[in-house]
Protein backbone atom coordinates (compact mmCIF):
# COMPACT_ATOMS: atom_id res chain seq x y z
CA UNK A 1 0.00 0.00 0.00
CA UNK A 2 1.33 3.23 -0.40
CA UNK A 3 2.97 4.87 2.41
CA UNK A 4 5.27 7.97 3.96
CA UNK A 5 7.20 6.75 7.03
CA UNK A 6 8.75 9.54 8.78
CA UNK A 7 12.05 9.99 11.10
CA UNK A 8 11.46 10.33 14.61
CA UNK A 9 10.77 13.24 17.26
CA UNK A 10 13.70 15.53 17.52
CA UNK A 11 15.10 18.21 20.41
CA UNK A 12 16.56 21.13 19.16
CA UNK A 13 18.04 24.36 20.63
CA UNK A 14 17.11 27.64 19.37
CA UNK A 15 19.41 28.62 16.27
CA UNK A 16 20.31 25.13 15.58
CA UNK A 17 18.73 23.07 12.47
CA UNK A 18 16.90 20.01 12.10
CA UNK A 19 16.16 17.48 9.21
CA UNK A 20 13.50 15.37 8.54
CA UNK A 21 12.56 12.70 6.21
CA UNK A 22 9.91 11.45 4.30
CA UNK A 23 10.39 7.53 2.95
CA UNK A 24 7.88 6.67 0.19
CA UNK A 25 6.92 3.60 -0.59
CA UNK A 26 3.92 1.37 -2.59
CA UNK A 27 4.30 3.81 -5.63
CA UNK A 28 6.27 5.49 -8.28
CA UNK A 29 7.93 8.24 -6.40
CA UNK A 30 9.02 10.35 -9.54
CA UNK A 31 5.23 10.44 -10.39
CA UNK A 32 4.67 12.37 -7.29
CA UNK A 33 5.69 15.74 -5.57
CA UNK A 34 5.87 16.04 -1.80
CA UNK A 35 4.75 18.84 0.43
CA UNK A 36 5.47 19.67 3.98
CA UNK A 37 3.11 20.86 6.28
CA UNK A 38 3.48 21.64 10.28
CA UNK A 39 1.12 21.82 13.11
CA UNK A 40 2.11 24.25 16.31
CA UNK A 41 0.14 22.68 19.38
CA UNK A 42 -3.64 23.13 19.38
CA UNK A 43 -3.02 25.46 16.27
CA UNK A 44 -4.22 24.71 12.33
CA UNK A 45 -2.13 23.66 9.53
CA UNK A 46 0.84 25.49 7.91
CA UNK A 47 2.13 24.94 4.60
CA UNK A 48 6.11 25.32 3.78
CA UNK A 49 6.47 24.25 0.47
CA UNK A 50 6.36 21.42 -1.82
CA UNK A 51 8.87 19.42 -4.07
CA UNK A 52 8.70 17.89 -7.44
CA UNK A 53 10.01 14.52 -6.97
CA UNK A 54 10.44 14.17 -10.93
CA UNK A 55 12.36 16.76 -11.21
CA UNK A 56 13.38 18.25 -8.09
CA UNK A 57 11.54 21.82 -8.36
CA UNK A 58 11.02 23.29 -5.45
CA UNK A 59 7.91 26.08 -4.00
CA UNK A 60 8.34 27.26 -0.37
CA UNK A 61 5.75 29.43 1.53
CA UNK A 62 7.13 32.92 1.46
CA UNK A 63 7.51 33.08 5.40
CA UNK A 64 9.76 30.03 5.41
CA UNK A 65 12.17 31.72 2.19
CA UNK A 66 15.38 31.35 3.16
CA UNK A 67 15.52 29.06 5.94
CA UNK A 68 14.00 25.91 4.57
CA UNK A 69 15.38 23.59 2.32
CA UNK A 70 13.25 20.74 0.75
CA UNK A 71 15.08 17.82 -1.19
CA UNK A 72 14.75 14.59 -2.67
CA UNK A 73 16.70 11.13 -3.09
CA UNK A 74 15.07 9.23 -5.71
CA UNK A 75 17.55 6.15 -5.00
CA UNK A 76 15.75 5.51 -2.03
CA UNK A 77 12.43 7.56 -2.37
CA UNK A 78 12.97 9.56 0.15
CA UNK A 79 12.27 13.00 0.64
CA UNK A 80 13.87 15.32 3.31
CA UNK A 81 12.64 18.89 4.71
CA UNK A 82 15.25 21.01 6.61
CA UNK A 83 15.08 23.83 8.52
CA UNK A 84 17.51 26.10 9.73
CA UNK A 85 17.90 29.01 12.49
CA UNK A 86 14.93 27.40 14.93
CA UNK A 87 12.85 29.22 16.89
CA UNK A 88 10.57 28.25 19.75
CA UNK A 89 8.24 29.05 17.04
CA UNK A 90 8.62 26.36 15.03
CA UNK A 91 7.67 23.87 17.38
CA UNK A 92 5.56 21.54 15.82
CA UNK A 93 4.39 18.47 14.53
CA UNK A 94 5.39 18.22 10.82
CA UNK A 95 4.41 16.15 8.14
CA UNK A 96 5.27 14.94 4.35
CA UNK A 97 2.20 14.17 2.07
CA UNK A 98 2.38 13.02 -1.11
CA UNK A 99 0.57 15.36 -3.29
CA UNK A 100 -1.03 14.67 -6.80
CA UNK A 101 -0.27 17.53 -9.50
CA UNK A 102 -0.28 17.78 -13.20
CA UNK A 103 -0.33 19.95 -16.15
CA UNK A 104 -2.96 20.12 -19.21
CA UNK A 105 -3.89 22.25 -22.03
CA UNK A 106 -5.47 24.38 -19.92
CA UNK A 107 -3.15 25.04 -17.11
CA UNK A 108 -1.66 23.26 -13.92
CA UNK A 109 -3.43 21.62 -11.05
CA UNK A 110 -2.48 20.75 -7.87
CA UNK A 111 -4.87 18.32 -6.06
CA UNK A 112 -4.58 16.23 -3.04
CA UNK A 113 -2.08 15.68 -0.75
CA UNK A 114 -2.98 11.67 0.15
CA UNK A 115 -1.51 9.77 2.08
CA UNK A 116 0.20 11.60 4.69
CA UNK A 117 2.85 10.44 6.89
CA UNK A 118 2.66 9.96 10.77
CA UNK A 119 4.14 13.18 11.99
CA UNK A 120 7.54 14.13 13.10
CA UNK A 121 7.88 16.22 16.59
CA UNK A 122 9.93 18.88 16.39
CA UNK A 123 10.38 20.64 19.44
CA UNK A 124 12.60 24.01 19.64
CA UNK A 125 13.71 24.91 23.23
CA UNK A 126 16.86 26.22 25.25
CA UNK B 1 -2.14 35.61 -1.94
CA UNK B 2 -5.81 34.70 -1.05
CA UNK B 3 -6.86 33.66 2.56
CA UNK B 4 -9.27 30.92 2.85
CA UNK B 5 -11.68 31.54 5.74
CA UNK B 6 -13.91 28.53 7.84
CA UNK B 7 -15.74 29.36 10.69
CA UNK B 8 -14.11 28.29 13.86
CA UNK B 9 -16.45 25.76 14.83
CA UNK B 10 -19.83 24.13 13.82
CA UNK B 11 -22.30 21.65 15.87
CA UNK B 12 -25.18 19.42 15.38
CA UNK B 13 -26.97 16.41 16.49
CA UNK B 14 -26.42 12.78 15.42
CA UNK B 15 -28.31 12.15 12.08
CA UNK B 16 -28.68 15.89 11.26
CA UNK B 17 -27.00 18.18 8.27
CA UNK B 18 -24.44 20.40 8.60
CA UNK B 19 -22.81 22.51 5.70
CA UNK B 20 -18.97 23.72 6.22
CA UNK B 21 -17.95 27.05 4.19
CA UNK B 22 -15.04 27.89 3.21
CA UNK B 23 -14.60 31.58 1.30
CA UNK B 24 -11.67 32.46 -0.89
CA UNK B 25 -10.65 36.40 -0.01
CA UNK B 26 -9.43 37.32 -3.46
CA UNK B 27 -9.78 35.37 -6.69
CA UNK B 28 -11.98 32.92 -8.19
CA UNK B 29 -13.10 30.00 -6.04
CA UNK B 30 -13.63 27.96 -9.39
CA UNK B 31 -10.57 28.37 -10.62
CA UNK B 32 -8.13 26.43 -8.52
CA UNK B 33 -9.03 23.07 -6.95
CA UNK B 34 -10.60 22.83 -3.33
CA UNK B 35 -9.61 19.64 -1.25
CA UNK B 36 -10.98 19.21 2.45
CA UNK B 37 -9.19 17.18 4.94
CA UNK B 38 -10.50 15.64 8.31
CA UNK B 39 -8.15 15.63 10.95
CA UNK B 40 -8.85 13.64 14.25
CA UNK B 41 -6.89 14.47 17.20
CA UNK B 42 -3.34 12.73 17.61
CA UNK B 43 -4.00 11.62 13.96
CA UNK B 44 -2.60 13.00 10.35
CA UNK B 45 -5.10 14.65 8.00
CA UNK B 46 -7.50 12.79 5.28
CA UNK B 47 -9.18 13.55 2.38
CA UNK B 48 -12.38 13.66 2.05
CA UNK B 49 -12.90 15.84 -0.88
CA UNK B 50 -11.03 16.70 -3.70
CA UNK B 51 -10.55 18.46 -7.07
CA UNK B 52 -14.04 20.13 -5.32
CA UNK B 53 -16.36 17.60 -5.55
CA UNK B 54 -14.78 14.49 -6.26
CA UNK B 55 -15.11 11.70 -2.94
CA UNK B 56 -12.03 9.20 -2.46
CA UNK B 57 -12.63 5.48 -2.43
CA UNK B 58 -13.45 4.75 1.57
CA UNK B 59 -15.41 7.80 2.00
CA UNK B 60 -18.70 7.80 2.99
CA UNK B 61 -21.28 9.06 0.29
CA UNK B 62 -22.48 11.17 3.30
CA UNK B 63 -19.68 13.49 2.64
CA UNK B 64 -20.23 15.85 -0.12
CA UNK B 65 -18.68 19.18 -1.65
CA UNK B 66 -19.31 22.03 -3.64
CA UNK B 67 -18.73 25.24 -5.01
CA UNK B 68 -20.64 28.43 -5.15
CA UNK B 69 -19.47 31.49 -7.62
CA UNK B 70 -21.61 34.11 -6.03
CA UNK B 71 -20.24 33.84 -2.61
CA UNK B 72 -17.00 32.77 -4.01
CA UNK B 73 -17.03 29.78 -1.80
CA UNK B 74 -16.52 26.00 -1.02
CA UNK B 75 -18.26 23.87 1.21
CA UNK B 76 -18.05 20.55 2.68
CA UNK B 77 -21.89 19.00 3.61
CA UNK B 78 -22.08 16.07 5.83
CA UNK B 79 -25.68 14.44 5.99
CA UNK B 80 -26.30 12.04 8.71
CA UNK B 81 -24.24 12.82 11.12
CA UNK B 82 -22.05 10.32 13.37
CA UNK B 83 -20.63 11.17 16.34
CA UNK B 84 -17.31 9.93 14.35
CA UNK B 85 -17.58 12.59 12.21
CA UNK B 86 -16.44 14.59 14.96
CA UNK B 87 -12.92 16.06 13.74
CA UNK B 88 -11.46 19.01 12.88
CA UNK B 89 -11.73 19.83 8.92
CA UNK B 90 -9.54 21.75 6.71
CA UNK B 91 -10.08 23.16 3.27
CA UNK B 92 -7.23 23.35 0.92
CA UNK B 93 -6.68 25.10 -2.82
CA UNK B 94 -3.76 27.33 -4.56
CA UNK B 95 -2.52 29.79 -6.48
CA UNK B 96 -1.20 30.87 -9.79
CA UNK B 97 1.97 30.86 -8.33
CA UNK B 98 1.80 27.31 -6.98
CA UNK B 99 1.54 27.91 -3.77
CA UNK B 100 -1.05 25.93 -1.68
CA UNK B 101 -3.13 27.93 1.35
CA UNK B 102 -5.26 26.07 3.75
CA UNK B 103 -8.07 27.34 5.86
CA UNK B 104 -7.68 27.59 9.06
CA UNK B 105 -9.94 24.81 10.16
CA UNK B 106 -13.45 23.88 11.52
CA UNK B 107 -13.54 22.09 14.70
CA UNK B 108 -16.83 20.11 14.42
CA UNK B 109 -18.78 18.63 17.59
CA UNK B 110 -21.54 15.92 17.35
CA UNK B 111 -23.81 16.31 20.52
Known amino acids: QVQLVQSGAEVKKPGASVKVSCKASGYTFTSYGISWVRQAPGQGLEWMGW????????TYAQRLQGRVTMTTDTSTSTAYMELRSLRSDDTAVYYC???????????????????WGQGTLVTVSS | NFMLTQPHSVSESPGKTVTISCTRSSGSIASNYVQWYQQRPGSAPTTVIYEDIQRPSGVPNRFSGSIDSSSNSASLTISGLKTEDEADYYC??????????FGGGTKLTVL
Open chain 1, 51 to 58: ISAYNGNT
Open chain 1, 97 to 115: ARLLYYYDSSGFYITDFDP
Open chain 2, 92 to 101: QSYDSSNHVV
